[in-house]
């Protein structure tokens, strides 16, 4: 029977995001650890490898496939109340102890994954995208493992999305290049981007590097694309003052109108000897964010146990604007235009255009594909 790595392998295609260095010889574009490959050899992520002095990138598969609220990626001010259809691949260029989905991410390197052969399904872009419609998923997500490293897949996808009236986002770590953006730009609408740590130690650690993630938020921005950040608060890891306040400043810097999702950490993966997240944390990072200017910031994965923040309010007026608990949403009091109905300030954001069609009420068990 052929190992995980094995079917991997024959679910590729040449990829688009790389240069030739010479007759055999490729640097991956991807994401930035820009690898350099040699025939026979594989990127840091495992599934991108130069065969033949040509760089094969993961293609026609999933090993997930279902409809999310558009609010569990998170995005709070991306079309709130859509159905997501979400789909993942294997693989990842970082290797956080505290991962969530490990058992995807590091499948081809932590034997404790499980993760088979028989949990890859084959499947085209098109089954994806009319699987979507028939669901009435109003955004294509690229999530559960890190977009980045298949984003040619994504970009096949993507595009017959487009076709379809869907918006796409990502949901990555943010360590990419200004040629993955560039190559991405015509098909993405939306980017949520973990900011993990001000540390370049800690990057180091994670596999990644500080300064690119930094880049991947400004760039992304600049460029034009909704950009909402999502910081794990971690504690003895992330969670002082100083450095919580250092990630809200930079933001601000970048724009106040970014979204900062400040989130409870749980015991998961290699990371099992540290205690969650107390609400009295995230509620200090939530000041933080609101002290460095912030317009909106979030606390998530407590639902109904950190007050008013998961909710949305006029930055101007303090009119409740979306009504949240976890996934669902109580209320939505958005006009078709993007504005407080109250003062009549811009919501930044990507707001559904018809504010009566916005789901609201609870949210059962992600609905995932029958193969």
Same mark, same amino acid.
């Given at each position: 029977?052929?190992?995980? =790595?094995?079917?991997?392998?024959?679910?590729?295609?040449?990829?688009?995001?790389?240069?030739?260095?010479? #007759?055999?010889?490729?640097?991956?574009?991807? *994401?930035?650890?820009? *690898?350099?490959?040699?025939?026979?050899?594989?990127?840091?992520?495992?599934?991108?490898?130069?065969?033949?002095?040509? %760089?094969?990138?993961?293609?026609?598969?999933?090993? /997930?496939?279902?409809?999310?609220?558009?609010?569990?990626?998170?995005?709070?001010?991306?079309?709130?109340?859509?159905?997501?259809?979400?789909?993942?691949?294997?693989?990842?260029?970082?290797?956080?102890?505290? *991962?969530?989905?490990?058992?995807? /991410?590091?499948?081809?390197?932590?034997?404790?994954?499980?993760?088979?052969? $028989?949990?890859?399904?084959?499947?085209?872009?098109?089954?994806?995208?009319?699987?979507?419609?028939?669901?009435?998923?109003?955004?294509?997500? /690229?999530?559960?493992?890190? +977009?980045?490293?298949?984003?040619?897949? =994504?970009?096949?996808?993507?595009?017959?999305?487009?076709?379809?009236?869907?918006?796409?986002?990502?949901?990555?770590?943010?360590?990419?290049?200004?040629? @993955?953006?560039?190559?991405?730009?015509?098909?993405?609408?939306?980017?949520?981007?973990?900011?993990?740590?001000?540390? @370049?130690?800690? &990057?180091? $650690? %994670?596999?990644?590097?500080? $300064?690119?993630?930094?880049?991947?938020?400004?760039?992304?921005?600049?460029?034009?694309?909704?950009?909402?950040?999502?910081?794990?608060?971690?504690? #003895?890891?992330?969670?002082?003052? $100083?450095?919580?306040?250092?990630?809200?400043?930079?933001?601000?810097?970048? /724009?106040?109108?970014?979204?900062?999702?400040?989130?409870?950490?749980? +015991?998961?993966?290699?990371?099992?000897?540290?205690?969650?997240?107390?609400?009295?944390? %995230?509620?200090?990072?939530?000041?933080?964010?609101?002290?460095?200017?912030?317009?909106?910031? &979030?606390?998530?994965?407590?639902?109904?146990?950190?007050?008013?923040?998961?909710?949305?309010?006029?930055?101007? *007026?303090? @009119?409740?604007?979306?009504?949240?608990?976890?996934?669902?949403? =109580?209320? &939505?009091?958005?006009?078709? @235009?993007?504005?407080?109905?109250?003062?009549?300030? =811009?919501?930044?954001?990507?707001? +559904?255009?018809? +504010?009566?069609?916005?789901?609201?009420?609870?949210?059962?068990?992600?609905?995932?594909?029958?193969?």
């Amino acid at each position: 029977m052929a190992t995980l =790595a094995e079917v991997l392998d024959e679910q590729t295609v040449p990829g688009q995001l790389f240069k030739k260095l010479d #007759e055999k010889s490729v640097r991956c574009l991807a *994401c930035a650890h820009r *690898c350099v490959l040699k025939p026979g050899q594989r990127g840091i992520c495992k599934v991108r490898f130069n065969k033949k002095g040509t %760089l094969r990138v993961p293609w026609g598969y999933v090993s /997930s496939l279902q409809t999310d609220p558009i609010e569990k990626k998170p995005f709070a001010h991306f079309m709130p109340g859509s159905d997501a259809l979400s789909f993942g691949m294997i693989g990842c260029d970082f290797h956080c102890d505290f *991962c969530q989905n490990w058992t995807t /991410s590091q499948a081809l390197s932590e034997p404790a994954s499980r993760m088979g052969p $028989e949990y890859i399904r084959r499947v085209t872009p098109e089954q994806i995208i009319a699987y979507g419609r028939q669901t009435g998923a109003r955004v294509i997500a /690229s999530t559960y493992n890190e +977009p980045l490293i298949t984003t040619e897949w =994504a970009v096949d996808i993507f595009t017959l999305g487009k076709q379809a009236g869907m918006k796409c986002v990502y949901v990555s770590n943010g360590h990419a290049t200004p040629e @993955a953006l560039k190559y991405l730009l015509p098909h993405l609408d939306g980017y949520k981007i973990d900011l993990k740590s001000m540390q @370049a130690a800690h &990057y180091r $650690e %994670l596999g990644g590097k500080l $300064e690119a993630v930094l880049e991947t938020i400004q760039s992304a921005v600049e460029l034009g694309l909704w950009v909402e950040v999502v910081t794990l608060v971690i504690p #003895e890891f992330n969670d002082s003052r $100083e450095e919580l306040w250092e990630m809200a400043r930079f933001l601000t810097s970048v /724009s106040p109108d970014i979204p900062w999702h400040v989130t409870a950490f749980h +015991p998961d993966y290699k990371r099992k000897d540290v205690h969650s997240t107390p609400v009295s944390t %995230l509620q200090l990072a939530a000041e933080v964010g609101e002290e460095a200017g912030l317009r909106y910031v &979030y606390a998530g994965n407590l639902p109904g146990r950190v007050g008013s923040l998961e909710n949305t309010y006029c930055p101007y *007026c303090q @009119a409740m604007l979306v009504e949240r608990r976890g996934f669902s949403i =109580a209320g &939505y009091n958005i006009t078709a @235009a993007g504005r407080c109905p109250k003062c009549g300030t =811009a919501i930044a954001g990507v707001w +559904p255009e018809n +504010p009566e069609d916005v789901n609201l009420g609870g949210w059962g068990l992600p609905r995932r594909v029958s193969w």
